[in-house]
């Protein structure tokens, strides 16, 4: 590999996939799911992974965030070969990611059991306020909206002051009204915070609204067919026509003809 | 308005209590005593002191079997629904071993253990055992795959991970494996008292009969028998109402 840069160019890349491939056996049927994936993801940045349904997003999520190890390939995160999952990495789930036994504060509180009471008390505190949730803190999740429930498994993910967080199709479970209110607040979130995120949807505008880059993924087994830059500065105006001509250039990506 | 609906599963006992009472005024031909023989009958017992006695000596062997079924079958089930491979050896044993109805052990318990409390508690163990372990199992199956993950992904350790996720997942499901258990051990302990021991209230039953055809006590027994039982199903449901369990189960 003499070819590839010197480690000092790669200073700012947070997470690095090299070669990864995935090969599923079941009931004696070979699934291809990943097809050699090379992909390198800035500090701070924030990346959305689309494509077909079923293509592998979630199995690439997965994979980086080391809840399954590719078939062949690596992920390395600072340089460092993930193998297994790690509270320094999050992800959050599309449903049923909250625990249903805790509170909105126990639930925050869960991966903080090391802190001191203050500490996490205040720590609590933080994310509450955070995602908005005042007045919620002794409140079951049974008694809170689907979007409550998802700013609370962000705020639980964000406790533990992690330096990636992965969102598998966080959103995808809400109403549409919902889903653009939350858009804007894990923006105002990731403004913050300035973690790492990478993002699973198959919205397309989800994608244009939110990410630095968008990762599409072919259909299975997926390898990634392009990477489109969106160059435009936070808050987007969503009627833009640079918005508009990137939403279209993904459509296209993607394989649907918005343009009749 | 909920007085009101309180007061009428009680109304409609007192009606089939009355028309019990009439129908046995109409043909007291003794097929059966009536309530106000019946209610004789328990005051009966209480003056001679056995009523309390045999209360008191059915729900120890309850209480025992019971609760020695649940500290063994929970865990083991828990282990074994984790470990697929456990499963896969276990599963053969326990189907076999399930439909085999506790009162099939009569002879072996009486046996092991003679006539007395232990095989009574022995019986009442062998009938709560299969049916906890089944729950246990099962309720670790249903455990969302999310749960475990986020279990993992903060990075708990193994006793952790059983007492911050495990656990709480599958203790809905196991407070309903509990209760419909504990109204089998109440079935048992009846059929147990009748042949493996000299007290409690399946004794009773069988002894009024043997002992001059007391059939007022017989159906007195079984009147106990099943407010007890009411009783503890109720105390058992109670457990529904733990704020960190309520999300387990439907409104209402």
């Known amino acids: 590999m003499s070819t590839q840069a010197p480690p000092t160019s790669a200073a700012g890349v947070k997470l690095r996939m090299q070669h990864v491939s995935m090969v599923f056996e079941r009931d004696g049927k070979t699934t291809h799911v990943l097809d050699d994936i090379n992909l390198d993801v800035q500090d701070g940045e924030f990346i959305c992974l689309v494509g077909p349904s079923g293509c592998g997003k979630s199995t690439l999520l997965n994979v980086m965030g080391g809840f399954l190890s590719p078939t062949s390939g690596s992920v390395a995160i600072d340089s460092e070969a993930v193998h297994g999952p790690d509270p320094r990495r999050i992800l959050v789930f599309q449903e049923r990611g909250v625990f249903p036994w805790l509170t909105v504060e126990g639930n925050i509180g869960f991966g903080l059991s090391k802190l001191s009471d203050a500490e996490r008390k205040q720590r609590i505190a933080h994310y509450v306020q955070l995602v908005r949730l005042q007045g919620f803190e002794h409140t079951y999740p049974s008694d809170l909206s689907g979007g409550m429930k998802q700013r609370l498994q962000v705020a639980r993910a964000l406790a533990v002051n992690p330096d990636i967080l992965y969102l598998d199709e966080p959103f995808g479970a809400l109403d549409s009204v919902t889903r653009f209110i939350m858009r804007g607040e894990l923006l105002r979130i990731w403004q913050t915070e300035r973690r790492t995120i990478i993002f699973v949807t198959h919205d397309i505008d989800e994608a244009v609204q939110l990410a630095d880059r968008v990762v599409v993924l072919s259909s299975r087994p997926a390898k990634i067919q392009d990477i489109l830059t969106i160059d435009i500065a936070h808050p987007r105006n969503l009627s833009s026509p640079r918005y508009l001509e990137l939403r279209d250039q993904l459509a296209q990506k993607i394989g649907l003809a918005f343009t009749a | ?252």
């Open chain 2, 1 to 252: 308005m909920n007085w009101l609906a309180r007061l009428r599963p009680l109304a409609f006992i007192a009606v089939l209590l009355i028309a019990w009472q009439v129908a046995i005024n109409r043909h007291p031909d003794q097929l059966l005593p009536g309530p106000w023989q019946t209610l004789r009958g328990i005051g009966d017992l209480l003056q001679h002191g056995l009523l309390f006695k045999y209360v008191v000596a059915s729900l120890f062997r309850v209480t025992w079997g019971f609760l020695l079924a649940a500290i063994t079958a929970i865990p083991l089930g828990l282990a074994i629904g984790w470990y697929r491979r456990a499963e896969m050896a276990f599963n053969p044993l326990v189907q076999i071993f399930r439909p085999i109805s506790p009162l099939a052990w009569i002879p072996i318990a009486i046996l092991w253990f003679g006539v007395g409390d232990l095989s009574a508690i022995f019986l009442i163990f062998v009938g709560c055992f299969f049916s906890l372990l089944l729950t246990a199992i099962s309720a670790v199956h249903n455990v969302p795959d999310a749960y475990i993950d986020v279990g993992r992904n903060f990075g708990l350790s193994t006793p952790q991970f059983i007492y911050r996720v495990l656990y709480p997942a599958v203790a809905p499901q196991l407070i309903v494996g509990l209760r419909i258990t504990l109204g089998i051990a109440w079935l048992v302990v009846v059929a147990a008292e009748m042949i493996a021991v000299n007290s409690g209230l399946g004794f009773l039953i069988v002894d009024a009969r043997n002992a001059g055809n007391r059939y007022d006590l017989v159906v007195a027994a079984m009147v106990i028998i099943g407010i007890i039982g009411l009783l503890l199903d109720t105390a058992m449901r109670s457990l529904e109402n733990v704020k960190s369990f309520r999300w387990g189960f439907p409104e209402n």
